[in-house]
């Protein structure tokens, strides 16, 4: 899997917006973008995914740079809830049947 | 959407013996399943990736005596810790792939060995 790099930690504020950036500058054409969570002691959570365009669903929206070398997800209104790590993976997607690796992810943070 | 269920959620088991962890697509085939592990304050680390019907293959440096995996149906997979010790102390995580699915993955196991 291509290499990812995100800020070890974020902080933010309770319903304020949380933008966490990744890297991805050795993207190749036909890797998807894929954001996983995982909340204190449970395991990972889907999160959202996307190729080129900016992708909503009910938990986020992924801002795609149009070069596709970063990536930008954003939590529009942070809860307590969300205080979670969250990873961005590099998927083609043809390596379907084969496992997500984590990297280290950011820890996100939200104060009340 | 996609379940899978894992049990037990933690255990504690002494030195020595021997702990069976459940994992179970409630809703969909799971043709592949992934066991990893993660030890405090590090990521999700790979241990082994198992088919249905087949044999899992295992990451560099798991050893596959110790960690004993079954896939025997598309809905079930086990991983034994066989003769754990404190050094096997970990939160375990279990995922499943289906055709047509993503990956969902269980809650977890944390395995104390004291």
């Known amino acids: 899997d291509a290499k990812t790099t995100q800020p070890n930690s974020m902080e933010s504020n309770e319903e304020e917006p949380v933008h966490l950036p990744c890297n991805h500058s050795t993207i190749s054409g036909t890797d998807y973008i894929h954001w996983y969570r995982q909340l204190p002691s449970q395991g990972p959570e889907y999160v959202i995914h996307g190729l080129t365009s900016n992708v909503n669903n009910r938990m986020a929206s992924l801002a795609i740079a149009e070069d596709r070398k970063s990536s930008t997800l954003i939590l529009h209104r942070a809860t307590l809830r969300d205080a979670a790590v969250y990873y961005c993976i590099l998927r083609e997607n043809n390596q379907a049947g084969t496992a997500l690796i984590f990297g280290k992810g950011t820890t996100l943070s939200v104060s009340s | ?114």
């Open chain 2, 1 to 114: 959407g996609a379940v899978v269920s894992q049990h037990p959620s933690w255990v504690i088991c002494k030195s020595g013996t021997s702990v069976k962890i459940e994992c179970r697509s409630l809703d969909f085939q799971a043709t592949t399943m992934f066991w990893y592990r993660q030890f405090p304050k590090q990521s999700l680390m790979l241990m082994a990736t198992s088919n249905e019907g087949s044999k899992a293959t295992y990451e560099q440096g798991v050893e596959k005596d110790k960690f004993l995996i079954n896939h025997a149906s598309l809905t079930l997979s086990t991983l034994t810790v066989t003769s754990a010790h404190p050094e096997d102390s970990s939160f375990y995580i279990c995922s499943a792939k289906g055709t047509g699915h993503g990956y969902t993955f269980g809650s977890g196991t944390r395995l104390t060995v004291v």
